[in-house]
Nanobody, 117 residues
Framework: HVQLVESGGGLVQPGGSLRLSCAAS????????MAWYRQGPGKQRELVAG???????NYADSVKGRFTISRDGAKNTVSLQMNSLKPEDTAVYYC???????????WGQGTQVTVSS
């Protein structure tokens, strides 16, 4: 049973930055592609950024150039550095491992990011 714990969210003004972190039970990050997702108010959950075992990254067009995903095998964490935040980035952010039939594990509680002046 894998438990995912996201942290680092908060309230930030437009143009500001936040760094999200995802921790998991067990050494799962080293053997899986990991991703950050988000679900905004009234919207479906969407994939924001992914990172493979070899640290190849990919991003949704809406966050390219602003967000950076990284992984730390020693700490067993996956992070999302978010810069130049916009109000439309407001959402609950989750991490998980993308699979062929959907995310591999149960969702964690997520971390709320609110971008507002």
């Amino acid at each position: 049973h894998v438990q995912l714990v996201e942290s680092g969210g908060g309230l930030v003004q437009p143009g500001g930055s936040l760094r999200l972190s995802c921790a998991a039970s067990g050494s799962i990050f080293s053997t899986n592609t990991m991703a950050w997702y988000r679900q905004g108010p009234g919207k479906q959950r969407e994939l924001v950024a992914g990172i493979t075992r070899s640290s190849t990254t990919n991003y949704a067009d809406s966050v390219k150039g602003r967000f950076t995903i990284s992984r730390d095998g020693a700490k067993n964490t996956v992070s999302l550095q978010m810069n130049s935040l916009k109000p439309e980035d407001t959402a609950v952010y989750y991490c998980n491992a993308p699979g062929i039939n959907g995310p591999l594990w149960a969702w964690g509680q997520g971390t709320q990011v609110t971008v507002s002046s």
